[in-house]
């Protein structure tokens, strides 16, 4: 029973390199999410897919892209990579926009 | 201001005590509300949600929503020191429809 799952777990970056995270999930969820979470901030959103063929901006979506390859499918592309995305990355899936989220594990990236 | 707002924290109490945690939302058409914990290093982990005003029981955990005044609020009774963790309050649906939207979370510390 996967539920979400996200890769890699960890990545070092270096400044101007780009990578694409990974995130499937196998529940048969409409709406998926991705964060980022840094000391003190609490999660913070950068895009959003509410159902497939959509996606929107969170909170922070400056230095970001998104793609929602299918309904299992949710890709975040850093394409520049900058030191302040230095952050713990979740991807998240519910089954409506208003039902309970459950998340990755989480992708601990570092952009030196 | 930020759309969901949590005390500040952080709150440490003694074993077997009632620990309170409260939070704000900025949305009055929000819809939905959720209860994370998440242990350091982890991802969250859903405790409660609930979309009716009131209480809502589940063992030692009570959400509680007042839609009037914007505030939801969670209540563990006979702390745990396992229950020591950051609890995270969610808001989705209303205007910011689709996000699912995190407060900074609160750090509990529950001490023999």
């Known amino acids: 029973n996967a539920g979400v799952t996200q890769t890699p777990k960890f990545q070092v970056l270096k400044t101007g390199q780009s990578m694409t995270l990974q995130c499937a999930q196998d529940m048969n969820h409409n709406s998926m999410y991705w964060y980022r979470q840094d000391p003190g901030m609490g999660l913070r959103l950068i895009y959003y897919s509410a159902s497939e063929g959509t996606t929107d901006k969170g909170e922070v979506p400056n230095g970001y892209n998104v793609s929602r390859l299918n309904k299992r499918e949710f890709s975040l592309r850093l394409e520049s990579a900058a030191p302040s995305q230095t952050s713990v990355y979740f991807c998240?899936?519910?089954?409506?926009?208003?039902?309970?989220?459950?998340f990755g594990q989480g992708t601990r990236l570092t952009v030196v | 201001q930020k759309e969901v707002e949590q005390n500040s924290g952080p709150l440490s109490v003694p074993e077997g005590a009632i620990a309170s945690l409260n939070c704000t939302y900025s949305d009055r058409g929000s819809q939905s509300f959720f209860w994370y914990r998440q242990y350091s290093g982890k991802s969250p982990e859903l405790i409660m949600f609930i979309y009716s005003n009131g209480d809502k029981e589940d063992g030692r955990f009570t959400a509680q929503l007042n839609k009037a005044s914007q505030y939801v609020s969670l209540l563990i009774r006979d702390s745990q020191p396992s229950d020591s963790a950051t609890y995270l309050c969610a808001a989705s649906g209303g205007t910011s429809y689709g996000k699912l939207t995190f407060g900074q979370g609160t750090i509990l510390t529950v001490h023999p």
């Open positions: 998240a899936s519910s089954k409506t926009i208003f039902t309970e989220a459950f």
